[in-house]
RNA sequence: GCCCGGGUGGUGGAAUGGUAUACACGAAGGACUUAAAAUCCUUUGCCUUAUCGGCUUGUGGGUUCGAAUCCCACCUCGGGCACCA
């Protein structure tokens, strides 16, 4: 009988079921994939790399007994299908359904053993209507909050966007080059968490770079803050990570954002020359900014410097950010590459403090030119002149800017909040606030989203005083959605809580995360965010969300390029499996490579699991249970290389037993020990194969992983020259002993042994 | 510029201080076949006609009885951050 794949795959996926016992006398494990965007072009080959390793390891746990957890959602909120509906005026309600249906079908065809019951989709009023109850109970703590102040602004996409969005000053979705703009949003307090964000992060099973990635995002600097008394009374303060160069400050230069400018303007005497600059550099975008740096001084205004009294002039500069510190600095020509590059081009003043090396100097020395403070070393500097002065005081700076949450488009959740002229925003308590139909979808551009077009929608009468009021028309941005999705599934149709107190208990936090590492300080920053609030008002137990994560590697193209429709490099998973069946391509998207690291796509490669498979179908089944040696060394290698992740060398070494059996034959006995091992990997054919019906994970005998006789290498000054296989435990003399005697050996060895370094079971090298 | 991670046969890769190139693809030769496909067998890092042997894990140095693996310098590819004071 033939390996008929089209058959068996289709017999046991109708016929398998994955649903999760809610029973807490079981451990439980949760192995979640993040959940994805449903495009309309369905999957490619690289998109279900991840969601194999987590089917293997959701079988795998399930055969040791855990009560697993493996949900599937989706997350439908964002750009793509409302820009289809721009252009072609199909409600995204509709392309959405479409998209999942289709993604659906194509994750069933690989035989993915998730929850199907708990499914969840984030458009669905009955999903947002929580992600609503959240935001409303962050505005009452005061951590979502209201203002208006210059946002990146994509002019593509026509809405504002959060920090995290903004990919080497271009907008993360569409590539266009941010701009500025100057719009009522609604912000998140996301700094507030930072430190809990930073140091949390200890408590993590997490790859080492996602780490690092958020604590850089995060940017915590420790520092001073120092005040400027200026000649006309006012005062400027800035943010220094060196208060040691506090003597070498020859300059203070605010940002033309700088609140103090326009205050100051007409006392100055250059006031048409700043008016020029200012308008000139606002009309410019980040990018066109970061090009070169320029500046103006702000002529006839100073600053006295506290620790000497010196007078120095203050600028304006393209270079110094409004959104980090006080949007002001100052400058230390000597010892910051900035500065110096600075005061070169317009030919200021330079004052060495720190010695040490060729200017400007940024590393550690000795101070000079800094009065009292002479001779002492610049890290302790630091503390004396914090102590000594008290217009410089110690200060903790982040590069962390609070979320802007607000877009100014249609498909998102609406922000559920109510602004009425008599009692201010009022919150909208009759959730979930659905999102109305409209007739064009099209952003507007001017701050306001599509909705403020439905006056009736609009206007409401205000909850509090029942006097008129509008409605809030931004919508939440593409990440509201999966800041907590991982909660709902574990109770995904409870109506009065976002998720039951106990059954939270029971099966958070996750254990086991995967998916790509392109949202590391996106999804992962926000999710953690929400999470420690819903810790605080008591929702969740748990401090972090997600305590082990695994990012998948790209599968690239065959030409080693990305793959993307685009391209046209693109390969289909149902084109594979209709071809090689779904069992050889989950073997082969796993034995491709290391899990974690990108690989290139090869079709030829898919022939190599398929013929795997044909030899295992094949057996030859003998009679009698043979005690097999190669059988337990595999089940001992297959068990430990799923725990670590490595599925290639797992794939092979099973591949390394069945070319052996394709010799020898096996029993029924142990056959159906290694379909178990195939199980998580190849589910679909194991079980046809499998006689046995408790699909429990294999145990492996110590006493047979262990060969009696072991391969001794031999080398002559170092130099592998011939191998013996001997008994094992035998002593070094005795080693020797039968070493010397071997003709290879004696080749080699002539005139006297000068050392022999023996490691036993394993090696002696013999030096003459 | 700064911070991470890599560089091993024709290709994907294995080996994290002890026989480098497991496993797989591809290629070459053979068997079966009227023929082809499939399947099976053999060979397959490089140099040397072959043997004997020598060389080989990006490059150069070092530590060690012994280095793909540890250390130093450099080259190079990929990812992240990018005027964060």
Same mark, same amino acid.
């Given at each position: 009988?033939?390996?008929?794949?089209?058959?068996?795959?289709?017999?046991?996926?109708?016929?398998e079921?994955?649903?999760?016992?809610?029973?807490?006398?079981?451990?439980?494990?949760?192995?979640?994939?993040?959940?994805?965007?449903?495009?309309?072009v369905?999957?490619?080959?690289?998109?279900?790399?991840?969601?194999?390793? #987590?089917?293997?390891?959701? +079988?795998? %746990? +399930?055969?040791? /007994?855990?009560?697993? &957890?493996?949900?599937?959602?989706?997350?439908?909120?964002?750009?793509?299908?409302?820009?289809?509906?721009?252009?072609?005026?199909?409600?995204?309600?509709?392309?959405?359904?479409?998209?999942?249906?289709?993604?659906?079908?194509?994750?069933?065809?690989?035989?993915?053993?998730?929850?199907?019951?708990?499914?969840?989709?984030?458009?669905?009023?009955?999903?947002?209507?929580?992600?609503?109850?959240?935001?409303? +109970?962050?505005?009452?703590?005061?951590?979502?909050?209201?203002?208006?102040?210059?946002?990146?602004?994509?002019?593509?996409?026509?809405?504002?966007?959060?920090?995290?969005?903004?990919?080497?000053?271009?907008?993360?979705?569409?590539?266009?080059?941010v701009?500025?703009?100057n719009?009522?949003?609604?912000?998140?307090?996301?700094? %507030?968490?930072?430190?809990?964000?930073?140091e949390?992060?200890?408590?993590?099973?997490?790859?080492?770079?996602?780490?690092?990635?958020?604590?850089?995002?995060?940017?915590?600097?420790?520092?001073?803050?120092?005040?400027?008394?200026?000649?006309? /009374?006012?005062?400027?303060?800035?943010?220094?990570?060196?208060?040691?160069?506090?003597?070498?400050?020859?300059? &203070? @230069? &605010? #940002?033309?954002?700088?609140?103090?400018?326009?205050?100051?303007?007409?006392?100055?005497?250059? %006031?048409?020359?700043?008016?020029?600059?200012?308008?000139?550099?606002?009309?410019? #975008?980040?990018?066109?900014?970061?090009?070169?740096?320029?500046?103006?001084?702000?002529?006839g205004?100073?600053a006295?410097?506290?620790?000497?009294?010196?007078?120095?002039?203050?600028?304006?500069?393209?270079?110094?950010?409004?959104?980090?510190?006080?949007?002001?600095?100052?400058?230390?020509?000597?010892?910051?590459? +900035?500065?110096?590059?600075?005061?070169?081009?317009?030919?200021?003043?330079?004052?060495?403090?720190?010695?040490?090396?060729?200017?400007?100097?940024?590393?550690?020395?000795?101070?000079?030119?800094?009065?009292?403070?002479?001779?002492?070393?610049?890290?302790?500097?630091?503390?004396?002149?914090?102590?000594?002065?008290?217009?410089?005081?110690?200060?903790?700076?982040?590069?962390?800017?609070?979320?802007?949450?607000?877009?100014?488009?249609?498909?998102?959740?609406?922000?559920? &909040?109510?602004?009425?002229?008599?009692?201010?925003?009022?919150?909208?308590?009759?959730?979930?606030?659905?999102?109305?139909?409209?007739?064009?979808?099209?952003?507007?551009?001017?701050?306001?989203?599509?909705l403020?077009? @439905?006056?009736?929608?609009?206007?409401? %009468?205000?909850?509090?005083?029942g006097?008129?009021?509008?409605?809030?028309?931004?919508?939440?941005?593409?990440?509201?959605? #999966?800041?907590?999705?991982?909660?709902?599934f574990?109770?995904?149709?409870?109506?009065?809580?976002?998720?039951?107190?106990?059954?939270?208990?029971?099966?958070?936090?996750?254990?086991?995360?995967?998916?790509?590492?392109?949202?590391?300080?996106?999804?992962?920053?926000?999710?953690?965010?929400?999470?420690?609030?819903?810790?605080?008002?008591?929702?969740?137990?748990?401090?972090?969300?997600?305590?082990? =994560?695994?990012?998948?590697?790209?599968?690239m193209?065959?030409?080693?390029?990305?793959?993307?429709?685009?391209?046209g490099?693109?390969?289909s998973?149902?084109?594979?499996?209709?071809?090689?069946?779904?069992?050889?391509?989950r073997?082969?998207?796993?034995?491709l490579?290391?899990?974690?690291?990108?690989?290139?796509?090869?079709?030829?490669?898919?022939?190599?699991?398929?013929?795997?498979?044909?030899?295992?179908?094949?057996?030859?089944?003998?009679?009698?249970?043979?005690?097999?040696?190669l059988l337990?060394?595999?089940?001992?290698?297959?068990?430990?290389?799923?725990?670590?992740?490595?599925?290639?060398?797992?794939?092979?070494?099973?591949?390394?037993? @069945?070319?052996?059996?394709?010799?020898?034959?096996?029993?029924?006995?142990?056959f159906?020990?290694?379909?178990?091992?195939?199980y998580?990997?190849?589910?679909?054919?194991?079980?046809?194969?499998?006689?046995?019906s408790?699909?429990?994970?294999?145990?492996?005998?110590?006493?047979?992983?262990?060969?009696?006789?072991?391969?001794?290498?031999?080398?002559?000054?170092?130099?592998?020259?011939?191998?013996?296989?001997?008994?094992?435990? =035998?002593?070094?003399?005795?080693?020797?002993?039968?070493?010397?005697?071997?003709?290879?050996?004696?080749?080699?060895?002539?005139?006297?042994?000068?050392?022999?370094?023996?490691?036993?079971?394993?090696?002696?090298?013999?030096?003459?």
């Open positions: 009988m033939n390996y008929d794949h089209k058959f068996i795959e289709k017999k046991w996926q109708e016929r079921s994955f649903e999760v016992e809610e029973d807490s006398t079981k451990p439980k494990f949760y192995c979640l994939d993040m959940f994805p965007y449903p495009s309309g369905g999957l490619h080959v690289g998109h279900p790399r991840g969601y194999i390793a #987590s089917d293997i390891v959701s +079988r795998y %746990k +399930r055969m040791q /007994g855990f009560n697993v &957890l493996h949900p599937m959602g989706w997350d439908t909120f964002g750009l793509p299908a409302e820009n289809y509906a721009i252009k072609t005026g199909v409600h995204p309600k509709i392309t959405v359904a479409e998209n999942v249906a289709k993604f659906k079908a194509q994750l069933k065809q690989l035989g993915l053993s998730y929850n199907w019951s708990r499914e969840i989709n984030t458009t669905d009023p009955n999903y947002y209507k929580w992600t609503q109850w959240i935001f409303l +109970r962050m505005f009452e703590q005061g951590l979502a909050y209201e203002q208006v102040l210059p946002i990146n602004w994509c002019p593509s996409c026509k809405t504002g966007l959060a920090n995290e969005e903004v990919v080497a000053g271009k907008c993360e979705r569409c590539g266009a080059n701009t500025k703009k719009i009522r949003q609604w912000v998140l307090k996301i700094t %507030k968490y930072a430190d809990r964000l930073l949390d992060l200890d408590l993590l099973d997490w790859p080492e770079k996602i780490k690092e990635m958020q604590r850089n995002w995060i940017g915590k600097s420790y520092g001073a803050d120092v005040l400027f008394k200026l000649n006309n /009374g006012k005062e400027v303060k800035v943010f220094t990570t060196r208060p040691d160069t506090l003597f070498g400050v020859t300059l &203070l @230069i &605010l #940002s033309p954002e700088h609140p103090l400018v326009e205050s100051v303007l007409s006392e100055l005497d250059n %006031k048409q020359d700043v008016i020029n600059y200012l308008e000139e550099t606002k009309n410019k #975008s980040d990018i066109e900014r970061m090009e070169e740096k320029t500046g103006v001084p702000l002529s205004l100073f006295i410097n506290p620790v000497n009294g010196k007078q120095i002039p203050v600028w304006i500069a393209n270079y110094i950010l409004s959104s980090y510190g006080y949007g002001a600095i100052m400058s230390v020509p000597a010892h910051d590459q +900035r500065d110096y590059e600075f005061a070169k081009k317009y030919d200021l003043e330079i004052i060495e403090v720190v010695s040490g090396g060729e200017l400007p100097y940024t590393g550690e020395g000795n101070l000079v030119n800094s009065g009292s403070f002479n001779g002492i070393k610049s890290s302790e500097a630091k503390d004396k002149i914090i102590k000594e002065f008290d217009s410089v005081t110690k200060s903790i700076n982040y590069k962390l800017r609070d979320w802007v949450f607000s877009r100014q488009r249609y498909w998102g959740e609406p922000i559920p &909040l109510i602004h009425c002229e008599k009692c201010g925003i009022v919150p909208e308590e009759n959730i979930p606030l659905e999102l109305p139909e409209v007739e064009n979808y099209q952003p507007t551009g001017t701050g306001e989203s599509p403020a077009a @439905i006056k009736e929608w609009v206007n409401v %009468k205000c909850p509090k005083c006097g008129d009021a509008k409605r809030e028309t931004n919508t939440m941005p593409q990440w509201a959605g #999966s800041c907590w999705y991982y909660l709902r574990i109770d995904p149709d409870n109506d009065n809580a976002l998720v039951d107190p106990q059954k939270e208990k029971y099966f958070q936090p996750v254990d086991l995360y995967i998916g790509g590492s392109e949202h590391a300080v996106l999804h992962l920053l926000y999710a953690r965010f929400w999470h420690k609030f819903l810790y605080d008002i008591g929702v969740v137990s748990t401090k972090e969300p997600f305590l082990k =994560l695994k990012n998948q590697g790209l599968i193209a065959y030409d080693g390029q990305k793959m993307s429709k685009s391209k490099n693109t390969v998973p149902d084109e594979m499996i209709e071809k090689y069946g779904a069992d050889s391509l073997l082969y998207e796993m034995f490579g290391p899990f974690e690291e990108s690989v290139a796509w090869n079709d030829n490669g898919l022939i190599g699991t398929r013929r795997f498979l044909e030899k295992v179908w094949s057996i030859n089944l003998v009679e009698g249970n043979i005690e097999d040696r337990h060394q595999t089940i001992k290698k297959v068990t430990k290389d799923i725990e670590e992740f490595k599925f290639n060398t797992a794939i092979s070494s099973m591949m390394i037993l @069945i070319n052996e059996w394709v010799k020898t034959g096996t029993s029924r006995e142990n159906d020990l290694f379909l178990k091992l195939l998580p990997f190849a589910p679909h054919i194991s079980q046809e194969l499998m006689k046995d408790d699909l429990s994970w294999p145990q492996f005998s110590e006493f047979l992983v262990e060969d009696d006789v072991t391969t001794i290498a031999i080398q002559v000054n170092g130099k592998f020259r011939d191998s013996v296989q001997l008994a094992k435990g =035998l002593n070094q003399q005795e080693v020797e002993n039968i070493v010397l005697e071997r003709e290879k050996v004696k080749k080699w060895v002539s005139g006297s042994i000068k050392k022999v370094v023996f490691i036993p079971d394993k090696l002696i090298n013999i030096l003459v």
